[in-house]
């Protein structure tokens, strides 16, 4: 192999650098728009399974703008706040104000039925990483209609089962109230929830601290909520 | 020269069996664990890596009498890593389910052993041509296996192939369970053990003499 100068290598290097960064900055831009698009379609396509509703990602932007009527950002007390998409509001950037200032983003279906459901989004953690989820309220703002939770990097067959059906169907017709207006939340039973306990669901075996990380952040997620559900119920 | 003479073919092929990658020269064997669990994730990961070692492979031979020596690391690593990159951008864009469930994996190809292998043994002193086939062939033999084993662990472990349901619900119903083991990455390895133990005692040369 040649033995090349200094100067050479210099050359090389920062030849190389930039050709390469050109490259990679072409790429990312021109691909921005396809995966921009996908995180979207990923977004509808788990706010309409959470009110029950499936889709494809060919579908889903159709149903959601056929389902979901509208969608508005209020603030603690529960009241609209202008100015701001419910749709692109970043709950994580949310998540790092102080609860009394955090923006609460609110979807609102219209059901086959003809009835409303009410979707908040969730986000908490999980064992390994971020867990994440909508879930779904009956007009009475208590009675919950559908949930769906998704999660980063879950342990496989134990936590990350927080992401079927199995897990997620027994949340429906739970509440989140009791008398009326004391918020309860609803608890993640290690062990299995009791009969007909309406605030509580069974955990998943081998999956206590994902179970326990989603009963939390239903907790802290849901009670920003209290005076808007308060308020708006019918 | 041609274009595929038996040296040049011995280059694609070697890697599938005798020169195996995974099996023989036991690398790549961490993602081969965490990506294994659905057949789609395979073959995507596979596409990937095959891309990643054929191109790259083709790249630092065609800049070979032109990398200086001392820092020939880092271009090679540099190369690699922008190769990484693009496949990770377009699978975002392109396949954005097999994108998440293979998450930090398609990064992590920067540091499969065999790429920066195959560069270093291979591409630094061969001509273009081969070492895009040594690329090919390598990146063929380590998606092989991948799909060898992603089929076993999503047929047995979830009942599926490519997400379609293949047993049959009467299985189900007459009491066969989804073996549970089969999503663990543990599994992947003793398939790999597995895998590893058919082709020695097919191939009778890969048993080391005594």
Not at chain 1, 210 to 218: F, P, R, V, W, Y
Request: glycine share 8%; aromatic share 10%; net charge positive.
């Amino acid at each position: 192999m040649k033995n090349f100068s200094n100067t050479y290598i210099f050359i090389f290097s920062a030849v190389m650098v930039v050709l390469v960064a050109l490259l990679l900055s072409t790429a990312a831009m021109n691909l921005k728009p396809y995966q921009d698009k996908n995180i979207e379609v990923e977004k509808k396509q788990n706010i309409l399974a959470s009110v029950k509703i499936s889709s494809t990602p060919d579908n889903a932007v159709e149903l959601y703008a056929k389902y979901i009527t509208s969608s508005f950002v209020v603030n603690n007390n529960g009241e609209k706040v202008d100015g701001l998409d419910a749709f692109t509001l970043d709950i994580k950037n949310e998540q790092s104000k102080p609860a009394k200032e955090r923006m609460l983003p609110v979807f609102i279906a219209s059901l086959e039925n003809g009835s409303n459901a009410y979707v908040a989004p969730l986000r908490g953690k999980g064992l390994w990483g971020p867990i994440w989820g909508y879930m779904s309220f009956l007009p009475d703002m208590n009675t919950v209609y559908g949930a769906v939770f998704d999660h980063q990097g879950e342990t496989p067959g134990l936590g990350a089962e927080i992401a079927t059906k199995s897990f997620q169907q027994p949340f429906e017709g739970k509440q989140i109230f009791e008398n009326s207006d004391q918020f309860v939340s609803i608890k993640v039973h290690k062990g299995g929830a009791k009969e007909g306990d309406i605030h509580g669901v069974d955990a998943i075996s081998g999956g206590t601290i994902t179970s326990k990380g989603l009963e939390a952040m239903l907790d802290s997620c849901l009670i920003l909520y209290k005076p808007f559900f308060i308020q708006n119920r019918q | 020269m041609s274009i595929f003479s038996s040296k040049n073919v011995k280059l694609l092929s070697g890697p599938l069996n005798l020169q195996n990658p995974v099996t023989v020269q036991i690398l790549g064997i961490c993602s081969a664990l965490a990506v294994t669990v659905k057949l789609k994730n395979a073959i995507v990961m596979g596409l990937s890596v095959i891309v990643v070692t054929a191109i790259s492979n083709l790249v630092i031979s065609m800049l070979r009498n032109y990398i200086p020596s001392r820092i020939r690391i880092i271009v090679q690593l540099v190369i690699v890593a922008t190769m990484v990159i693009l496949v990770d951008q377009v699978l975002k864009a392109f396949v954005y389910d097999v994108s998440k469930q293979l998450s930090v994996y398609v990064g992590l190809i920067i540091t499969n052993c065999i790429i920066m292998g195959r560069l270093e043994a291979f591409a630094m002193g061969n001509k273009p041509w081969p070492s895009f086939l040594d690329g090919l062939g390598n990146g063929a033999g380590y998606a092989m296996i991948l799909i060898i084993i992603a089929f076993f662990r999503e047929l047995f472990g979830s009942g599926t192939l490519m997400g379609f349901q293949i047993m049959p619900k009467a299985f189900y119903e007459a009491g066969y369970v989804n073996n549970g083991m089969m999503i663990m990455p543990a599994m992947a390895l003793i398939l790999v053990g597995c895998i590893i133990w058919f082709q020695r005692s097919y191939n009778k040369e890969l048993i080391e003499k005594e």
